[in-house]
């Protein structure tokens, strides 16, 4: 799982089996512990799982007792069918291109996915379509 902190490019890389609910809850609670003094704007594709009891629940004991100003995570869903505005979809063409020049020299899959990986966590993403949201985020 992925998230992209649009005022520094970066992206928080963490990998796992499958998408899930229990995956995606220690994916957040990576986040907290990234920036714990930090307001959490995250936005979602539409994945069934985060709409999940679980997650839900998870939220609601992050965010329990506080405004909605002052929520810890809060996450709002992409309009249906409208890839443009899942800029993680741009970080993983630009990840896939960028293996896809290596990909003959690669010798074994568990190569190519630690060159994908390699990529990902050493790279500045910087391209037009961060501004469609501005600087919201400010993870360290």
Not at 38 to 46: I, P
Not at 76 to 93: H, K, S
């Amino acid at each position: 799982m992925g998230q992209l902190t649009i005022k520094e490019g970066k992206l928080l890389l963490k990998a796992y089996d499958k998408g899930n609910s229990e995956n995606t809850i220690d994916y957040l609670q990576y986040l907290i512990t990234e920036s714990p003094e930090q307001q959490l704007l995250l936005f979602w594709d539409g994945a069934t799982y985060y709409r999940s009891k679980e997650i839900q629940g998870f939220l609601d004991e992050v965010n329990q007792g506080l405004t909605i100003d002052h929520w810890k995570i809060r996450c709002v869903r992409f309009a249906p069918n409208c890839p443009e505005q899942n800029l993680i979809e741009d970080i993983w063409l630009q990840a896939k291109t960028w293996v896809r020049h290596f990909c003959a020299l690669i010798p074994s899959f568990s190569h190519l996915k630690w060159m994908f990986e390699w990529f990902i966590r050493h790279t500045t993403f910087d391209f037009a379509a961060l501004g469609i949201y501005g600087v919201f985020s400010k993870i360290k």
